[in-house]
């Protein structure tokens, strides 16, 4: 019965130094992964986040930010125009199919809860027909501008530009400065005129 009584002590005594062991290993891994999330955290330059998208974020947003970046934008866009014989332009807000052709009927739209949300976007398209120069060449070209709206952050990318991947990209807490303003406006007319209409002239001129 002794016997009995020793080795299931024995047994015990083993256990409890097996899950001792296995309690320091993990500690030790886990200060080790530790220090190793903290330098590569400390590598990161990207400002931290503070809040998330919301219903009252995303239209402020429109009605102090971006209504603006659309009013400049189309009065650099309209120095283009004399180039072509007519132009278009319009909007489309998250999975609506309705085209917008004013600002006042998309200030209607985005007032909308339904239509401006998070994981949503707002998709601006200027359209130029007819290129005077090119003569019996003539040709169309057109810009998508396209601002998404996602839970964390917002974004701005072109199509037909860098797989799509957004050029600039902002946190809802951060300021949209001048300098983003410009540079949203700087690389929309960059595109359209390298990538658009000179790329055409190119090939014409080959």
Same mark, same amino acid.
């Given at each position: 019965?002794?016997?009995?009584?020793?080795?299931?002590?024995?047994?015990?005594?083993?256990?409890?130094?097996? !899950?001792?062991?296995?309690?320091?290993?993990?500690? *030790?891994? $886990?200060? /080790?992964?530790? =220090?190793?999330?903290?330098? &590569?955290? @400390?590598?990161?330059?990207?400002?931290?986040?503070?809040?998330?998208?919301?219903?009252?974020?995303?239209?402020?947003?429109?009605?102090?930010?971006?209504?603006?970046?659309?009013?400049?934008?189309?009065?650099?866009?309209?120095?283009?125009?004399?180039?072509?014989?007519?132009?278009?332009?319009?909007?489309?807000?998250?999975?609506?199919?309705?085209?917008?052709?004013?600002?006042?009927?998309?200030?209607?739209?985005? !007032?909308?809860?339904?239509?401006?949300?998070?994981? *949503?976007? $707002?998709? /601006?398209?200027? =359209?130029?027909?007819?290129? &005077?120069? @090119?003569?019996?060449?003539?040709?169309?070209?057109?810009?998508?501008?396209?601002?998404?709206?996602?839970?964390?952050?917002?974004?701005?990318?072109?199509?037909?530009?860098?797989?799509?991947?957004?050029?600039?990209?902002?946190?809802?807490?951060?300021?949209?400065?001048?300098?983003?303003?410009?540079?949203?406006?700087?690389?929309?007319?960059?595109?359209?005129?390298?990538?658009?209409?000179?790329?055409?002239?190119?090939?014409?001129?080959?």
């Amino acid at each position: 019965m002794a016997g009995i009584m020793h080795r299931r002590q024995y047994l015990h005594g083993s256990v409890r130094v097996q !899950k001792n062991r296995l309690h320091e290993f993990l500690l *030790s891994h $886990i200060a /080790f992964f530790n =220090s190793l999330l903290k330098e &590569k955290l @400390a590598g990161l330059q990207q400002e931290e986040l503070q809040t998330p998208a919301s219903q009252e974020i995303l239209i402020a947003l429109y009605k102090n930010e971006l209504r603006t970046l659309f009013l400049d934008l189309i009065k650099e866009l309209k120095r283009i125009e004399p180039l072509f014989l007519s132009s278009t332009m319009h909007w489309r807000v998250g999975a609506s199919n309705e085209l917008l052709r004013t600002l006042d009927a998309l200030d209607q739209m985005c !007032k909308d809860e339904k239509l401006l949300k998070i994981n *949503s976007n $707002i998709g /601006f398209s200027y =359209s130029f027909f007819g290129f &005077k120069k @090119a003569g019996t060449e003539a040709f169309n070209v057109s810009l998508n501008l396209n601002i998404q709206m996602n839970t964390f952050w917002y974004g701005f990318d072109l199509v037909n530009s860098n797989d799509r991947k957004p050029f600039l990209k902002k946190l809802y807490h951060q300021p949209f400065t001048e300098q983003d303003k410009e540079t949203v406006i700087n690389r929309v007319i960059d595109h359209l005129i390298k990538e658009e209409i000179e790329s055409r002239v190119d090939r014409i001129n080959l």
